[in-house]
């Protein structure tokens, strides 16, 4: 039975569809434009744009206070903010920052640049398949077993999207990891359907 | 995973086989149904999904096989008996609802009890709190046809669960929903079947459905061909 299967522990992290909205959406980001957007509503300093950054991604991985600095120097450097000032609120003395037109442009370009789909994606399933047929192994059995390890990772997403107070960011992430690994499922359909041909294709070759 | 109380599966079919004219649906397919668990049954256009179904549901009769519910041999049943068991202790959703046409979503609730014998105020009272739990009880004086497609699947899905089933036969319940609608529906089936207790068998072609199972099984050619990956998983 599937549910007594017992993977790495990586495999049944609750937060997986999180980690992997990290990776795959929140990493390619560039901070200095999340900086850009936060700054967007108005000046803010360092510590307040980490913690606000920490709070609107929160499956991010939380900005560090080294990495805010710094991006916040080079966007002063590229022109793209400015400071505006010092202030205190009752707490240290922090310096403030504030978006630029031209920081408010080059947001403006970033938010409406369409991200290319990927030309290719890297098929590890595929390789084993046909390393699988190079060994004279068992291809049709490889596929059946990754496609049971592909339904226990989306039974465990789909119990964590349907969980109740599910808020819609945890939903939709989990949408996002459920999307790709049904499509995988969809290829492995294909693949496993078409395994007599490709058998004769690699071993000819 | 939960069975009866005497340890064995609820529902059982073994060995079944099944042709309609020359074609042929089921060769051999076999499974266990545990009470409570919520199973989907998978695999390509043409595979044997409904036939199975059909066959476990006592819809219709293999033409080798067994089909045991409880102490039951499905397969060998009267049809008087088999009717009283899919009125009583099955719930059938298919694909397009099936809903009457000519009944409010209401009466279409009411009608599983009043023809086991409820009377129309009790059977409308108690269909109104099943609208209820699937949120649509403010379609409840509203047809089929002025339904939105996912509003008449919940409403079929109350119909199915009125009567306090032992098992519901969900056949592509989100097969004609778009995604959204889809996944209320299977949300509303899953959370009420799990508070009541009840068993599914689940149909779908599409693996997000599938995935709000406990378990899958998976039919190529009226087989079920995953038994050997879920073996090699459990080890």
């Known amino acids: 039975?599937?549910?007594?299967?017992?993977?790495?522990?990586?495999?049944?992290?609750?937060?997986?569809?999180?980690?992997?909205?990290?990776?795959?959406?929140?990493?390619?980001?560039?901070?200095?434009?999340?900086?850009?957007g936060l700054l967007a509503g108005g000046p803010s300093h360092g510590y307040d744009l980490k913690r606000r950054h920490d709070e609107r991604f929160p499956q991010a991985r939380p900005l560090a206070y080294g990495q805010v600095y710094t991006t916040l120097q080079r966007l002063v450097r590229d022109g793209l903010a400015e400071v505006e000032g010092t202030g205190s609120e009752g707490g240290p003395e922090r310096t403030l920052y504030r978006s630029t037109e031209a920081g408010g442009r080059e947001l403006t370009r970033w938010t409406g640049e369409i991200t290319p789909p990927a030309p290719f994606v890297t098929n590890e399933i595929f390789a084993k398949v046909v390393v699988t047929i190079l060994a004279?192994?068992?291809?049709?059995?490889?596929?059946?077993?990754?496609?049971a390890a592909h339904m226990a990772r989306m039974r465990e997403l789909t119990a964590v999207k349907t969980a109740p107070g599910a808020d819609l960011t945890t939903v939709l992430s989990a949408d996002y990891a459920l999307t790709h690994l049904d499509a995988d499922l969809r290829w492995m359909t294909t693949t496993a359907a078409r395994l007599t041909t490709l058998t004769a294709e690699v071993t000819a070759a | 995973m939960s069975t009866d109380d005497n340890g064995t599966p609820l529902l059982?079919?073994?060995?079944?086989?099944?042709?309609?004219?020359?074609?042929?649906?089921?060769?051999?397919?076999?499974l266990e149904l545990r009470a409570g668990e919520i199973l989907a049954v998978t695999g390509a256009s043409g595979s044997g999904k409904s036939t199975l179904l059909h066959c476990l549901a006592g819809i219709v009769r293999p033409d080798?096989?067994?089909?045991?519910?409880?102490?039951?041999?499905?397969?060998q049943l009267p049809e008087r008996r088999l009717s009283e068991l899919r009125r009583t202790e099955f719930g059938v959703v298919f694909q397009f609802g099936q809903l009457i046409p000519e009944l409010t979503a209401l009466d279409n609730v009411a009608l599983p009890l009043m023809l086991s014998g409820a009377g129309r105020r009790e059977a409308q009272g108690k269909a109104g709190e099943w609208l209820e739990r699937f949120g649509v009880r403010g379609q409840k004086d509203l047809r089929?046809?002025?339904?939105?497609?996912?509003?008449?699947?919940?409403?079929?899905?109350?119909?199915?669960?009125?009567?306090?089933?032992?098992?519901?036969?969900?056949?592509?319940?989100?097969?004609?929903?778009d995604s959204?609608?889809?996944?209320?529906?299977?949300?509303?089936?899953v959370h009420t079947a799990r508070e009541a207790g009840t068993a599914v068998l689940l149909i779908t072609h599409d693996a997000q459905v599938a995935a709000y199972a406990d378990r899958e099984v998976w039919l190529r050619d009226g087989a079920v061909v995953s038994e050997h990956a879920q073996q090699e998983m459990a080890r």
Do not use: N, W
Request: hydrophobic share 40%; glycine share 12%.
């Open chain 1, 1 to 36: 039975m599937i549910g007594r299967f017992r993977p790495g522990p990586r495999f049944f992290t609750e937060d997986y569809s999180l980690s992997t909205y990290c990776e795959c959406i929140l990493s390619p980001m560039s901070t200095r434009h999340i900086l850009l």
């Open chain 1, 136 to 147: 004279a192994g068992d291809p049709a059995g490889h596929l059946q077993l990754q496609r």
């Open chain 2, 12 to 30: 059982a079919a073994r060995g079944l086989v099944k042709a309609h004219g020359k074609t042929q649906a089921l060769r051999g397919a076999a």
């Open chain 2, 64 to 75: 080798q096989g067994s089909v045991v519910y409880g102490q039951e041999r499905l397969d």
């Open chain 2, 144 to 177: 089929p046809g002025e339904m939105s497609g996912g509003q008449a699947q919940r409403v079929s899905l109350a119909r199915a669960l009125v009567t306090g089933p032992k098992v519901v036969f969900a056949d592509e319940p989100t097969g004609a929903l």
């Open chain 2, 180 to 189: 959204l609608a889809g996944e209320q529906v299977m949300t509303a089936l």
